[in-house]
Nanobody, 121 residues
Framework: QVQLVESGGGLVQPGGSLRVSCAAS????????MGWYRQAPGKQRELVAA???????NYSEAVKGRFTISRDNAKNTVYLQMNSLKPEDTAVYYC???????????????WGQGTQVTVSS
């Protein structure tokens, strides 16, 4: 089975920076889209950023200009560089990937377990 494992979360002060990573492993044939979502207490999960294989990116309005998503296709890894962090960024950040496995031509969505990012002074 495919696994997505996030790392790099933690506690940072407002204005600080943090980079979270997500490595996909398992019987992966091809990864189409990788992205980051977040969910704060009492709120719905929301898209933060996404990146396609060709490098095209999309960001939520809340993080544009502050966050940068990138990926290393050779490592099946996606990164989210978070700068100028605000308390409102506090949430569990989840990695997502749309990929196909070696046993199927079908693409489906997979989720990581999430990593906590807390922005507090």
């Amino acid at each position: 089975q495919v696994q997505l494992v996030e790392s790099g979360g933690g506690l940072v002060q407002p204005g600080g920076s943090l980079r979270v990573s997500c490595a996909a492993s398992g019987s992966i044939f091809s990864i189409s889209i990788m992205g980051w979502y977040r969910q704060a207490p009492g709120k719905q999960r929301e898209l933060v950023a996404a990146i396609v294989s060709d490098g095209n990116t999309n960001y939520s309005e809340a993080v544009k200009g502050r966050f940068t998503i990138s990926r290393d296709n050779a490592k099946n890894t996606v990164y989210l560089q978070m700068n100028s962090l605000k308390p409102e960024d506090t949430a569990v950040y989840y990695c997502n990937a749309v990929l196909s496995t070696s046993g199927s031509s079908r693409y489906r969505s997979y989720w990581g377990q999430g990593t906590q990012v807390t922005v507090s002074s």
